[in-house]
């Protein structure tokens, strides 16, 4: 098919530049403007007419406020009769994957059926938070690990004697995956997440962590609660070091004191989220995956 443009939102510029770069195709800003009463509107530019565009957009910070200028700039780019692929490195909404109490709403697929209505052709993602989410998109969705460019990157730091955790069952594949890539063993906690009041709780396992560097990987991290659990844990089990790796780094309510209060020594996340340990670059990943659908 072949790409006419990348297409970068407001805060997405970086990766929306290095894809058009690596891609050796134009770039484009889309313009924001904003109202005093905190409505926008979009403006795409001029010749984009049945163009083959990607559109680049993180949907975070400000998850509610990024999806609607998701919905309203695909919808531009539609009105000119353009093939949309969405690059989200951050897929926000995607925990709420099912009604998990009587009375919810499964928020991703009303999501994805605006999406579409807004003339989003196909999606380009980075680690959604679950496989199930994926279903309940009526579009290709292409969801690409992060797995082995965060392995890349936790090779680098040459430690020995490693070892990796899940945080919880859910995540065993994703932690299974980094392991092979760095050739260790994987482990899994067991979390608990109390539906009405969102507490976590864990269950301790026999494991012997004992003088070993641990590494534990989850798709995000958000308050933190989860890893600092873990971190707390691993320490107990006599870990020498513990590092966080997560491929979206929200850090949101201190969550970076929390986990090194816990006693991780160090958090490394990707960069589909800026935070200032985003120390992993995603877009040669989105590059090689929208090559190959070129
Ligand atoms: C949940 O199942 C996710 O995979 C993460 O473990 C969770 O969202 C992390 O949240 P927090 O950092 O608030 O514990």
Same mark, same amino acid.
């Not at 009303?110 to 989003?120: H, I, K, N, P, Y």
């Given at each position: 098919?072949?790409?006419?443009?990348?297409?970068?939102?407001?805060?997405?510029?970086?990766?929306?530049?290095?894809?058009?770069?690596?891609?050796?195709?134009?770039?484009?800003?889309?313009?924001?403007?904003?109202?005093?009463?905190?409505?926008?509107?979009?403006?795409?530019?001029?010749?984009?007419?049945?163009?083959?565009?990607?559109?680049?957009?993180?949907?975070?910070?400000?998850?509610?406020?990024?999806?609607?200028?998701?919905?309203?700039?695909?919808?531009?780019?539609?009105?000119?009769?353009?093939?949309?692929?969405?690059?989200?490195?951050?897929?926000?909404?995607?925990?709420?994957?099912?009604?998990?109490?009587?009375? +919810?709403?499964?928020?991703?697929? &009303?999501?994805?059926?605006?999406? @579409?209505?807004?003339?989003?052709? /196909? !999606?380009?993602?980075? $680690?959604?938070?679950?496989?199930?989410?994926?279903?309940?998109?009526?579009?290709?969705?292409?969801?690409?690990?992060?797995?082995?460019?965060?392995?890349?990157?936790?090779?680098?730091?040459?430690?020995?004697?490693?070892?990796?955790?899940?945080?919880?069952?859910?995540?065993?594949?994703?932690?299974?995956?980094?392991?092979? +890539?760095?050739?260790?063993?994987? &482990?899994?906690?067991?979390?608990? @997440?109390?539906?009405?009041?969102? /507490? !976590?709780?864990?269950? $301790?396992?026999?494991?012997?962590?004992?003088?070993?560097?641990?590494?534990?990987?989850?798709?995000?991290?958000?308050?933190?609660?989860?890893?600092?659990?873990?971190?707390?844990?691993?320490?107990?089990?006599?870990?020498?070091?513990?590092?966080?790796?997560?491929?979206?780094?929200?850090?949101?309510?201190?969550?970076?004191?929390?986990?090194?209060?816990?006693?991780?020594?160090?958090?490394?996340?990707?960069?589909?989220?800026?935070?200032?340990?985003?120390?992993? $670059?995603?877009?040669?990943?989105?590059?090689?995956?929208?090559?190959?659908?070129?």
């Amino acid at each position: 098919m072949g790409w006419d443009a990348v297409i970068g939102s407001a805060g997405s510029e970086d990766i929306a530049k290095g894809i058009a770069n690596s891609l050796g195709i134009d770039y484009a800003s889309m313009e924001i403007i904003k109202f005093k009463d905190g409505e926008f509107k979009v403006r795409l530019g001029h010749g984009f007419e049945g163009k083959n565009l990607i559109f680049v957009h993180r949907l975070f910070p400000d998850p509610s406020q990024k999806m609607l200028e998701l919905i309203i700039s695909c919808r531009a780019m539609k009105n000119e009769n353009a093939h949309v692929h969405a690059v989200l490195p951050y897929m926000s909404y995607a925990r709420q994957d099912k009604e998990f109490v009587n009375g +919810e709403v499964v928020t991703l697929r &009303v999501l994805a059926q605006v999406l @579409r209505e807004a003339g989003v052709d /196909e !999606i380009t993602t980075v $680690d959604i938070h679950s496989a199930e989410g994926l279903k309940l998109f009526d579009m290709k969705v292409n969801n690409r690990s992060a797995m082995p460019v965060l392995a890349q990157y936790a090779k680098s730091l040459k430690l020995d004697n490693v070892l990796v955790a899940s945080p919880d069952y859910g995540g065993i594949e994703r932690s299974r995956e980094f392991a092979r +890539e760095i050739g260790a063993e994987a &482990v899994a906690f067991e979390k608990f @997440r109390d539906r009405n009041t969102g /507490e !976590i709780s864990m269950n $301790d396992i026999d494991i012997d962590a004992s003088g070993k560097n641990v590494f534990v990987i989850d798709d995000m991290i958000a308050t933190g609660g989860s890893i600092a659990k873990v971190s707390t844990l691993l320490k107990k089990h006599g870990a020498k070091k513990v590092i966080a790796i997560a491929t979206h780094g929200l850090l949101v309510d201190n969550a970076e004191e929390r986990i090194l209060g816990a006693g991780a020594d160090e958090i490394i996340t990707t960069n589909t989220i800026l935070n200032p340990h985003s120390k992993v $670059d995603i877009a040669p990943l989105l590059y090689e995956s929208l090559k190959k659908e070129a």
